[in-house]
């Protein structure tokens, strides 16, 4: 377990390096840069600006400062929001993320494993074709479209739900249905296939065979062992439902960290650009860790070794 | 007949496949006594399982019992609601299944797996059925119960899950214990073990075992009673002595003969020229004529009736009934 920890936390590591590295040299070779959208500024005053942030300073250098910074965990200020920490436009923005992305997964797993269990009891019977034909067109239907769809019918047409901000719950609900339509989606097939092979075992026919009632049967012994394909896409679910986020954000205007993102990108904020990833892959790695744990905890056969 | 524990009669099972309906039991019929170990022996395909399940109601969904019935303990079975069925598996039924690799959830402790059948059935707590799980590892042989309990069968041998699976059949104390091939997937001296094991429980417990097996050396050792199927039926069935000194169908004795002589020891069945008959188109005849080298016209015609040529010996063979000869 310890050395499966180092090892993990070496390669973590090794991971962080190459994606701030390319993220800085992809990021640099976007033309244009952070005052384009500015008026015309005289050279001169844009030369002090990039003295300022040492945008003068030749590319080698600035990838091996911004790496020192990145140790100390300063991340810089705003090229745009000038003076702004981004440490603090991430305090600041990635709590509504957050929000919205509990309530995403929240909805995908307690939506997505029922339905995947009813379909594997109801095989072949019209509950099963209904529910799969939906799971089907969740993973088909990019979350953008259903995003606009459902912002048009439910909340412009039958005004059911508020189409943009994210003051309360209630107006969580429409971009999380965007966010998690395909993993709800996707989670409801993977239950569904590993409940009916699961409900063919051995074990199972023992179970039955102790003389356990028909619940027992299914939500103790068939549920635990189904639910091991979830625990695995629990890692990609989080960062699809992430980067998910940025999308989702900008449609219903949700003040998130994703949103913001994607702004930093199109003004050339290369601080806040570089801090939101870092940050981001950080959060990554340490869910992934988390998954791989809960993991172990579910399925004793498996041990973290190295 | 007022003895006896199990008692199954005409018993007719299917399966709905693609293919077509899988006539796996045509007419299955034979009795246990309290106390009496009967061995079910056959080739691979002869209906042994499906027999245990229909008896158990555990038969895969596209499986049916179309018509006979089972009558255990004065019980009807086909009367019991899943309710009733239920109440009685595990706790007056045990079963033991053939791969003790597969037949215990992975994911659950050995000790969770016990003590949940045990509270199920018993009016113990949980604390009490632990205990009490702890004395069924003590009585099959496991070292160190308390800590075993709280293992996950990867953590265990095969014939270490073996004896695992045996205490969860005997939990209850059930009147009758079916094992289906248990000793199979274990190496030699590990079945041995295996077998002293339940040998010693049937006394111990005075309980009934239907034991299935491809070897007849272990049918001698414990068994009473032989039933031997081929094809969904029951070929021929009788004592234990009946069965290996004076085998009536030719099938028997071909499977006699397979035995080697120099040790009457644990030898699989060695198959006997050709091959077992189609289950979805059954023979209109014997189920064995293709195979039999005493076959005679009337085989093919029609099915032999089993007749008994003494009291609790018999045979469906048209070589025993009388003006059948020369046909
Ligand atoms: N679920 C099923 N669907 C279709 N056919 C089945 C099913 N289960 C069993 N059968 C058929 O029933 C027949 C009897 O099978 P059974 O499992 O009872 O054989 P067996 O005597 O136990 O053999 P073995 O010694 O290999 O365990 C076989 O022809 C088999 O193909
Ligand atoms: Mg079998």
């Known amino acids: 377990m310890f050395g499966y920890m180092i090892k993990r936390f070496a390669y973590s590591i090794f991971t962080l390096f190459v994606i701030i590295t390319i993220t800085f040299f992809l990021m640099h070779a976007i033309p244009g840069n952070v005052y384009n959208s500015e008026k015309n500024l005289p050279p001169a005053i844009v030369e002090n600006i990039r003295a300022k942030y040492g945008l003068d300073k030749p590319l080698s250098e600035q990838y091996f400062t911004m790496l020192k ?238 | 007949m007022k003895n006896n524990l199990l008692e199954i009669n005409n018993l007719y099972t299917t399966f709905r496949t693609y293919a077509g309906k899988v006539y796996a039991l045509n007419n299955v019929s034979f009795s246990i006594g309290k106390g009496e170990a009967v061995g079910v022996v056959g080739e691979s395909g002869s209906g042994k399982s499906v027999t245990m399940l229909s008896i158990m109601r555990l038969l895969a969904e596209n499986g049916f019992v179309e018509s006979g019935s089972i009558i255990f303990d004065n019980k009807n079975l086909s009367e019991l609601t899943d309710k009733q069925m239920q109440d009685l598996r595990g706790n007056e039924i045990g079963m033991i299944f053939q791969d003790p690799m597969t037949s215990l959830n992975p994911v659950f402790t050995i000790g969770n797996q016990l003590v949940e059948s045990i509270v199920k059935h018993t009016k113990l707590n949980r604390s009490e059925a632990k205990q009490k799980a702890v004395e069924l590892l003590k009585m099959v042989g496991i070292p160190s ?37 248990p000793t199979t997937a274990l190496d030699v001296t590990i079945q041995a073990q295996i077998i002293e094991l339940m ?95 005493s076959a005679m016209k009337i085989c093919e015609l029609q099915k032999p009736i089993y007749t008994e040529i003494k009291k609790g010996h018999g045979a469906a063979c048209w070589l025993h009934e009388a003006g059948s000869k020369g046909v």
């Open chain 2, 145 to 181: 119960p308390e800590k075993r309990l709280k293992q996950y069968p990867h953590e265990f041998s095969g014939g270490m899950r073996q004896r695992v699976m045996i205490a969860m059949a005997l939990s209850c104390e059930p009147k009758l214990l079916i094992a289906d091939e």
């Open chain 1, 69 to 306: 910074n990145t140790l100390k965990l300063d991340f810089g200020i705003s090229m745009k929001n000038r003076g702004r920490p981004v440490n603090d436009i991430i305090t600041e923005h990635f709590p509504h993320s957050a929000r919205l992305g509990i309530f995403s997964i929240t909805l995908c797993l307690f939506i997505g494993i029922p339905l995947g269990i009813l379909s594997a009891l109801k095989k072949d019977k019209w509950q099963d074709r209904l529910a799969m034909i939906i799971a089907t067109l969740g993973v088909s239907v990019p979350g953008f479209v259903v995003a606009v769809l459902t912002q048009y019918l439910l909340g412009v047409k039958l005004k059911w739900f508020p189409v943009i901000g994210d003051k309360t719950i209630y107006h969580l609900i429409l971009p999380a249905i965007a966010l998690s339509f395909l993993p709800i989606s996707f989670i409801a097939r993977l239950v569904r296939s590993s409940m009916v092979e699961v409900l063919e075992q051995d074990y199972i026919r023992t179970a039955r065979a102790k003389g356990l009632s028909e619940r027992v049967v299914i939500y103790k012994h068939a549920l635990k062992n189904s639910i091991m394909p979830v625990v695995t896409y629990l890692g990609p679910l989080i960062a699809g439902v992430l980067t998910g986020s940025f999308v989702i954000e900008s449609i219903f205007n949700i003040p998130g960290l994703g949103r913001y993102f994607v702004t930093s990108i199109s003004n050339r904020d290369y601080t806040v650009t570089m801090g939101v990833t870092i940050f981001y892959a950080v959060f990554l790695v340490l869910m992934n860790f988390a998954v791989d744990v809960l993991y172990t905890v579910l399925d004793p056969r498996i041990k973290l070794k190295n």
């Open chain 2, 199 to 293: 040998k010693d429980l049937k006394e111990k417990l005075n309980m009934s075992i239907i034991l299935i097996t491809h070897d007849l050396g272990l049918v001698a050792d414990i068994c009473e009673k032989v039933v031997v199927m081929y094809g969904g039926t029951i070929v021929e069935q009788g004592t234990t002595e009946d069965i290996f000194y004076n085998p009536q169908h030719p099938y028997t004795k071909g499977l006699l003969k397979c035995i080697p002589r120099m040790n009457m020891g644990r030898e699989r069945l060695k198959p006997i020229e050709g091959q077992p008959p189609d289950m979805i188109n059954p023979p209109k005849g014997c189920p064995f004529v293709e195979r039999c080298s």
